[in-house]
């Protein structure tokens, strides 16, 4: 059980956010090493990363450069800050996964709002796809989420729908490829409930990993580094199984 307090999700939680951040550096430049020499090994194939709200391809450096320590190739997604995808970027997007696919099916990890963007694109185009990640994506609803989808139809009016509840319901429906979403009690800006993939969908495709880490740090946070190592691991397992 995690000592560490739960965090209501929203402006008073970025206050934690700001506390977690700089800690979870501090442990990244002390573990990373021997965190690389424990994990599974890749098996060199493409994995793209997509960044969460507000953020770009920079963010997610450290966690594509742990993830090439391991034997994997990488990429980011090309498409600048994340303000919210609109239909043009769907399809540089898409764009951008078939070409990367063109020697074989890709892992997509997605941080965030970066998640409800990789569960799409695997959803229209599963040939594509192998499996994918989730890091603090909203998937369950959108609780906690409603100051966030307010400065989302702000900063970009044009973007697609998945912040409505339409797209909210949409986005919930399993996928058809292994699937890990990994969630945090103690997550800042989106509720840790939500980010979990609905019990009735769990199973062999479907599973919930629990970190202790802040929204804002999970893309440098050890131990969510180690939950995505060993989740590319059982997902290879499991397709080939």
């Not at 990363?49 to 997604?77: C, I, K, N, Q």
């Not at 490829?177 to 479907?206: F, K, L, N, Q, Y």
Request: hydrophobic residues 45%; contains cysteine; aromatic residues 6%.
């Amino acid at each position: 059980m995690s000592l560490l307090p739960s965090w209501r999700p929203g402006p008073v939680g970025l206050l934690w956010e700001l506390v977690g951040m700089p800690v979870a550096f501090a442990k990244l430049a002390a573990g990373l090493d021997h965190l690389a020499r424990e994990s599974p090994r890749g098996d060199g194939h493409m994995v793209l990363v997509l960044p969460g709200f507000t953020a770009t391809d920079h963010t997610t450096l450290p966690m594509r450069h742990f993830l090439e320590e391991l034997g994997y190739r990488t990429s980011g997604w090309n498409l600048g800050w994340n303000l919210g995808i609109t239909a043009g970027d769907e399809e540089k997007l898409e764009a951008h996964i078939a070409e990367l696919a063109a020697d074989g099916p890709i892992t997509l990890v997605g941080w965030s709002l970066g998640g409800v963007y990789a569960r799409e694109a695997a959803r229209r185009h599963p040939e594509h796809v192998r499996d994918v990640v989730t890091m603090g994506t909203p998937i369950r609803g959108r609780e906690g989420t409603e100051w966030i989808v307010r400065w989302f139809r702000l900063l970009n009016p044009e973007a697609a729908d998945d912040l409505t509840p339409e797209g909210a319901e949409r986005h919930a429906q399993p996928l058809t490829m292994p699937m890990t979403a990994i969630w945090s009690p103690i997550d800042g800006v989106v509720s840790g409930p939500a980010c979990r993939v609905r019990e009735e969908d769990e199973g062999p495709w479907a599973q919930n990993v629990r970190v202790d880490s802040a929204h804002l740090a999970m893309g440098f946070n050890l131990d969510v580094l180690r939950a995505l190592a060993q989740a590319l691991a059982e997902h290879r397992a499991a397709a080939a199984a």
